[in-house]
């Protein structure tokens, strides 16, 4: 039965592009940009609700933004929803329901057209970077002939994605292939808070805990701010250069050795230069900072600070 109650826009392969609002370009996505499909359920549906797993990326704090792709076959162009957020449970289906979000979308375009809109979920508070399932669930008594965009094409993996036509508050737990056997993903995405953003003066280390900035001086007074490279596949390591790209002037790196019998953080580097510079790291999840300085003319020796942050069982800050 749950089954029949679930329908699709179908052939929407020729479908035109997505016409995007803001489609969370910076976040975890999952699908290939082109939606074959759309889903929703039959008015007879007790109710109509889809929920799609998210894997936080590696130092997440918070989940930030829900992007939801919408379109429509019927004259009603507005849908009044709810944004789940469940726990991936052990048997990596959706568990407990940890947040909701009562939302609207209006202007939902007629098919072929579809439109991603975005929501600013942080006020849920959901942190950390535990699996989640999240997606909307509406009535489809009330906002009928609405769809949720859906990924039928590419060649990458099936999103573990469920579905629940029976009641509001159920947890979603028919797999969306069961009854769409092209599913692959669907027009969702999110955008996760890293407490360490990395650009041209930072890095960002050890799954985007600590942030690292270096600032220089000269005997001349002149001064400015150390140039970040990030060492691909090495996210515990990073590269600074003060003058020129080709000048690199210190190596540093910030370990996880929070095993017995160390329970710390370590900061060790190396720098191959004689101009003054204040290396400041901070873990973004303690709060804590700690300032390395070389002063001008000296040459600075290697630093291997096996004590630095004794902040292992750090519980996260407030932002």
Known sequence: MKALAAIALLALASAGAVRSQDDCADGTIYDDGGFEN????????????YVMRFDPPPGTRRLERVCVCWTRSGADS??????????AGVDGKPGTRIG???????GVPMHPQRRFYSYDVSELGIEGEDPVFLGPSWSPHEDTQ???CADQGGQGPVRSGYANFVADGVVPAQPISDV?????ALGLRAEFAAPCQPDADTLCLNDNRFK????????????????????????DSGL?????PENVEMLIKVL??????FDSFWVFYAATTNVGFELTVTDTVSGEVEIYRNPVGMTALPVQDTQAFKTCDAEPVTP
């Open 38 to 49: 759309a889903y929703g359920a039959k008015p007879s549906a007790s109710w109509s609700e």
């Open 256 to 261: 996880d050795r929070c095993g017995t019998p």
């Open 146 to 148: 609405i769809y949720l």
């Open 240 to 244: 600074f250069w003060f003058f020129e």
């Open 78 to 87: 507005s849908v009044a929803f709810d944004l789940n957020v469940y726990l």
């Open 180 to 184: 769409f056997a092209a599913y692959r």
């Open 212 to 235: 690292v900035e270096i600032g220089w001086a000269m005997a001349s007074g002149a001064t400015g701010t150390a140039k970040a490279v990030p060492l691909k596949g090495r996210e």
């Open 100 to 106: 909701s979000q009562s939302v609207f979308a209006f």
